[in-house]
Nanobody, 116 residues
Framework: QVQLVESGGGLVQAGGSLRLSCAAS????????MAWYRQAPGKTRELAADIISFGIPHYADSVKGRFTISRDNAKSTVYLQMNSLRPEDTAVYYCNVRKLDGMEYWGKGTLVTVSS
């Protein structure tokens, strides 16, 4: 069975940093893009960052320059280093993994709360 397990969320003061991890297991076949989405209270889910299999990242304008996405293909793990956090970054962050055949999987989410 496929599992995506996120970790690293928590409460942090504005200006602080957190590092999220998502470890995927049980996936058969090649993994393509790995991504982090987030959903703030009362808002729709949005893409924060993604990274293709060769390691080229893409960021939403709202996080560009502050967040860094990376991956370890040998460990089937994607990371999100979040620096200079702002209260508006408060959200549940979801890991997303897409296979090359189009199948995708979601983690259960990890809560990030940034206090002012």
């Amino acid at each position: 069975q496929v599992q995506l397990v996120e970790s690293g969320g928590g409460l942090v003061q504005a200006g602080g940093s957190l590092r999220l991890s998502c470890a995927a297991s049980g996936i058969i076949g090649r993994i393509g893009t790995m991504a982090w989405y987030r959903q703030a209270p009362g808002k729709t889910r949005e893409l924060a960052a993604d990274i293709i299999s060769f390691g080229i990242p893409h960021y939403a304008d709202s996080v560009k320059g502050r967040f860094t996405i990376s991956r370890d293909n040998a460990k089937s793990t994607v990371y999100l280093q979040m620096n200079s956090l702002r209260p508006e970054d408060t959200a549940v962050y979801y890991c997303n993994v897409r296979k090359l055949d189009g199948m995708e999987y979601w983690g259960k989410g990890t809560l990030v709360t940034v206090s002012s």
